[in-house]
Nanobody
Framework: QVQLVESGGGLVQAGGSLRLSCAASGSISRISRINAMGWYRQAPGKQRELVATITSDGIANYADSVKGRFTISRDNAKNTVSLQMNSLKPEDTAVYYC????????????????WGQGSQVTVSS
């Protein structure tokens, strides 16, 4: 029932900036909670890779390739996560996917992962 809707992809020249956003909606209630959220990307013919993650407490982790250029943030009240991408390079061209880890509580607790629909980011040289 949980859906992740992304926005903000597009075309930009090298050195430019883009901001991706992802909003979670659906069955997020008193028995469910979003733990870690993050962004992954996949370039044509390449393996999907982690870009950045952020915990519910705001602790961020970045891939070495984007460290210092990208910033991940979240708004727990709105169930959103964003990725500010600065100093973009052609190597950043990929489809970017939002991810959320949902903690389900009740008779027992478990974590379920969800994915956004994907956003194309193209950086021209």
């Amino acid at each position: 029932q949980v859906q992740l809707v992304e926005s903000g992809g597009g075309l930009v020249q090298a050195g430019g900036s883009l901001r991706l956003s992802c909003a979670a909606s659906g069955s997020i209630s008193r028995i469910s909670r979003i733990n870690a959220m993050g962004w992954y990307r996949q370039a044509p013919g390449k393996q999907r890779e982690l870009v950045a993650t952020i915990t519910s407490d705001g602790i961020a982790n970045y891939a070495d390739s984007v460290k210092g250029r990208f910033t991940i943030s979240r708004d727990n009240a709105k169930n959103t996560v964003s990725l500010q991408m600065n100093s973009l390079k052609p190597e950043d061209t990929a489809v970017y996917y939002c991810n959320a880890q949902i903690l389900r509580s009740g008779s027992y607790a478990y974590t379920q992962g969800y994915w956004g629909q994907g956003s194309q980011v193209t950086v021209s040289s």
